[in-house]
């Protein structure tokens, strides 16, 4: 069975710097996809960034330039390095597989204020 655990997010000042882990229970080496997306309270899920099993990359216009999304198959792990944060990127961020099945982790805290 898959499990995705997030880690990482925690309360930042504006301009600031976290990185988001995902932590897969089985080999991700052959998963189509991994992503990450984002719920602020109040509004719907959305994508933030996609990576590919080739290594190939999508980044949501909202956050390119400042988020890099990046994956360890010999770890089972994703990343969300988030550099120059902003209060609009206060959100549950949640680890996302891709594949015929896709799976969900439990999301984790992101809260951007001064």
């Known amino acids: 069975q898959v499990q995705l655990v997030e880690s990482g997010g925690g309360s930042v000042q504006p301009g600031g710097s976290l990185r988001l882990s995902c932590a897969a229970s089985?080999?991700?080496?052959?998963?189509?996809?991994m992503a990450w997306y984002r719920q602020a309270p109040g509004a719907q899920r959305e994508f933030v960034a996609e990576?590919?099993?080739?290594?190939?990359?999508l980044h949501a216009d909202s956050v390119k330039g400042r988020f890099t999304i990046s994956r360890d198959n010999a770890k089972n792990m994703v990343y969300l390095q988030m550099n120059k944060l902003k209060p609009e990127d206060t959100a549950v961020y949640y680890c996302?597989?891709?594949?015929?099945?896709?799976?969900w982790g439990q999301g984790t805290q992101v809260t951007v204020s001064s």
């Open positions: 089985v080999s991700i080496s052959h998963v189509y996809a």
């Open positions: 996302m597989w891709d594949d015929n099945d896709d799976y």
């Open positions: 990576i590919t099993n080739d290594g190939g990359t």
